[in-house]
């Protein structure tokens, strides 16, 4: 019991520091449906675990309906992962979920393949991820990485990557000497 309420203290506390519009982790507990969503997600991948498929499909289904995030049972969701505003939300079967992982509404976690085989996302731990960002294949997003809003991921990001767009392509600079940046320009036009 002790284990369960220190996860609840701890979710309840992510989601808090995570949306300066929270007043309250009282108000966090109650009116939260993306944290509500992860809650359930633990029973229902208990549930699928424990080899009652279709009970934890229905479950998540029941969840998905009253929170808007849909968290396939069999997926694997780490701690303190914040689902903000939620709506819209799809974590497909085979993603994988680190701990601290930050996730605005429209996310999707999807396949891209039709077999039985791993064909969702890896996200690493203490990722943000902006709203309507689409995640697609059996790729991993590296711990700290940042995508961006609206970016439509199909490769891998490195840890502590950003990336943007469609496709999503890296923003940060990874390596000033080799970004072709202005001293490579001020070069090109000195000649």
């Known amino acids: 019991m002790r284990r369960i309420l220190r996860r609840v203290r701890a979710d309840a506390t992510a989601v808090h520091d995570a949306d300066p519009a929270a007043k309250s982790r009282?108000?966090?507990?109650?009116?939260?449906?993306?944290?509500?969503?992860?809650?359930?997600?633990?029973?229902?991948?208990?549930?699928?675990?424990?080899?009652?498929?279709?009970?934890?499909?229905?479950?998540?289904?029941?969840?998905?309906?009253?929170?808007?995030?849909?968290?396939?049972p069999a997926a694997t969701v780490g701690r303190q992962v914040v689902v903000d505003h939620g709506m819209g939300v799809v974590v497909g079967e085979t993603a994988e979920v680190g701990d601290r992982v930050h996730m605005y509404h429209g996310v999707t976690l999807g396949g891209n393949s039709p077999e039985p085989v791993k064909r969702h996302p890896t996200v690493e731990d203490d990722v943000t991820i902006g709203a309507n960002a689409t995640i697609l294949g059996d790729l991993t997003v590296g711990e700290g990485a940042r995508v961006g809003a609206g970016a439509v991921v199909a490769d891998d990001v490195p840890p502590g990557a950003t990336v943007v767009g469609v496709p999503a392509e890296r923003v940060d600079d990874a390596n000033p000497t080799d970004s072709g940046g202005e001293d490579d320009r001020a070069t090109a036009n000195d000649d």
Do not use: D, K, M
């Open 26 to 72: 009282l108000e966090v507990l109650l009116c939260y449906p993306g944290l509500h969503a992860v809650w359930a997600h633990a029973v229902a991948n208990a549930v699928w675990n424990a080899g009652f498929r279709l009970s934890a499909r229905v479950l998540s289904q029941l969840v998905r309906f009253l929170t808007g995030v849909e968290i396939h």
